[in-house]
């Protein structure tokens, strides 16, 4: 972000260990520097740090990034001298350190230092912690507890006060519970953006608010020992046959399901060798069609088809409508001044494409391309009070799964140009940052679907209320959640949409491979229909 005003820069002082950093570190330097907002004026060397991993950390670790890491390795060692040279450096006693008048000292060694440090610049020392219940290094706690999430947060000190602040917070998913490297890797690089932005809110006076806040420790990751490697290795043991033994008897499936008006849910199960997911309905002249993304196994990608339903079931189709070499899914269908337009989702493309329908249902042709970004997913558009507004995931440099990041983008005219709204991404949290479908309103309430993939990908469905919607601004909370609770074999789902009289959600299956049996009536779209009822 170029600076555009007169207002002086801040100044910052970095806390390290080494000139040799973790290439995520380098990065969360070279990102907020980008911004030109703020400088760097003062190096404040600590002591290094010495760390003797156990034996069976280390073959763990080798064996580990073996098997599972393909992404560019965040912690790999880097040097930084290119950036700070020319710098003054200090030792963290010095009582020097108050004539350089800091804003932030910014901490990468010993977090011992933070209280130390918190009074040598006006916004105190920052830092950042991983995990949020005890100190054991991130990645691993979570695979031997099997927790959901990794907490990632960019914390404050300031002044002689004790308790630390929180200036940004990512909740993210635990990828693997297999794979310490994996979750690792995909935390670090998640993170290395987190100081920029909060240095930017810093610079306009302005504060995030953090709908869950989940604090965890102040201080070092510890390393493992042999007794816990032990532990962890019967563990992944254990999990691996339950695994194997899963794969053997079950596999997973996303299929539809629908009702009219306020009839039963009628399930629309594809061919085994497909699924069928993101379901989008339209009503035109008492017929209703439902575009959805159809998933061939076989070629490992997806094209957009449509099904003609009635209350006994499918009426036509499939029909393939929108097919690329590609992968398209979430084909985000609406009518507009007589017209119908779709936006399916082309990240592969890093594009975000609209269409027309030429003869509706089955012909549509490119209208514009909306926004160029890196893998934007599950694009949701509304018009509000003349102002159109863009609801889609980004993902960031190094990052592997884009699940947990969401960006909003508004614009004059639908057709563009699309403006990046300033506080993005405006949701930070596996719970409840991917578009789940249609925003809807009720009783003058904006209404937004999202997913939950915190125990998996598409695991449930959070509905959240809008509380402010500006150019500006952005906030939203939490009202309800749609589980996949309503059959023992459903165990996931992650699109909702409401329109006029139809209702549709998809639902991932565990299906036996030796028998089938027909699923219970879907529960939880209750929360949908409530707050529509209040309309």
């Known amino acids: 972000m170029a600076q555009h005003d007169k207002r002086p820069s801040l100044k910052l002082g970095i806390a390290i260990d080494s000139l040799m950093q973790p290439r995520w ?80 000292v910014i901490n990468w060694g010993l977090h011992e230092w933070n ?50 602040g929180l200036v940004y917070q990512c909740v993210a998913p635990t990828l693997s519970k297999f794979s310490a490297q994996l979750n690792n890797n995909e935390t670090y690089w998640k993170a290395a ?56 008897s079950k596999f997973e499936q996303w299929v539809l399901a629908y009702r009219l008006k306020q009839n039963q849910f009628r399930y629309l199960i594809p061919p085994a060798d497909r699924f069928w997911a993101d379901p989008f309905p ?125 960006h909003l983008y508004y614009s004059e005219s639908l057709f563009g140009p699309w403006k990046s709204h300033p506080r993005n991404p405006v949701v930070s949290d596996v719970r409840s940052a991917r578009p789940a479908g249609r925003l809807f309103w009720s009783n003058d309430v904006l209404y937004r679907p999202s997913q939950d993939s915190s125990r998996g990908y598409g695991y449930a469905t959070t509905i959240n209320k809008i509380t402010r919607l500006t150019p500006n601004e952005y906030s939203e909370t939490a009202v309800g959640k749609i589980l996949p609770s309503w059959d023992k074999d459903i165990c996931g789902v992650h699109t909702v949409n409401v329109l006029d009289d139809i209702t549709v959600i998809d639902c991932l299956t565990k299906r036996t491979r030796l028998m089938k049996r027909e699923l219970s009536s879907p529960a939880g779209v209750e929360i949908v229909d409530t707050l529509l009822s209040t309309t």
Not at 290 to 304: A, M, N, P, S, W
Request: with cysteine.
């Open 25 to 104: 570190v380098r990065k969360s330097i070279e990102d907020f520097l980008a911004t030109g907002i703020c400088t760097i004026d003062l190096v404040v060397r600590l002591p290094t740090e010495t760390k003797h991993n156990s034996v069976l950390l280390n073959l763990y670790n080798c064996v580990d990034q073996r098997l599972y890491l393909r992404m560019p390795d965040a912690a790999e060692l880097v040097g930084i001298h290119d950036l700070i040279d020319t710098l003054p450096s200090l030792d963290p006693e010095s009582d020097k350190l108050k004539d350089f008048n800091l804003d932030v």
């Open 282 to 406: 339209l009503k035109v002249e008492d017929k209703y069609y439902i575009f959805f993304e159809d998933f061939v196994r076989q070629v490992d990608r997806g094209h957009i088809s449509v099904i003609e339903v009635d209350q006994q079931g499918i009426v036509n189709g499939p029909t393939e409508v929108l097919k690329f070499d590609t992968h398209l899914s979430y084909p985000f269908v609406f009518e507009w001044q007589g017209e119908y337009y779709m936006v399916p989702e082309t990240g592969a493309k890093n594009v975000v494409e609209l269409y027309r329908s030429s003869s509706f249902p089955y012909s549509w042709e490119p209208v514009t391309t909306l926004l160029e970004a890196r893998c934007p997913l599950d694009a949701t558009i509304i018009q509000v009070s003349g102002t159109w507004w863009m609801f889609v995931n980004i993902q960031e440099d190094g990052v592997a799964f884009n699940w947990d990041e969401l």
């Open 193 to 248: 953006p987190f100081l920029a932005r909060g240095l930017v809110d810093l610079y306009n006076s302005r504060q995030r608010d953090f709908d869950s806040v989940l604090m965890g420790p102040n201080g070092f990751a510890r390393q493992p020992a042999d007794f816990s490697m032990v532990q962890l290795f019967g563990r992944l043991s254990s999990r691996a046959a339950a695994r194997v033994v899963e794969k053997i």
């Open 115 to 164: 209280p130390k440090l918190a009074s040598a610049a006006k916004h105190g020392v920052w830092f950042y912690v991983f995990g949020r219940d005890d100190n054991l290094m991130p990645g691993v706690r979570e695979i031997f507890e099997q927790d959901a999430i990794i907490v990632s947060s960019v914390r404050c000190v300031r002044g002689s006060r004790t308790e630390t």
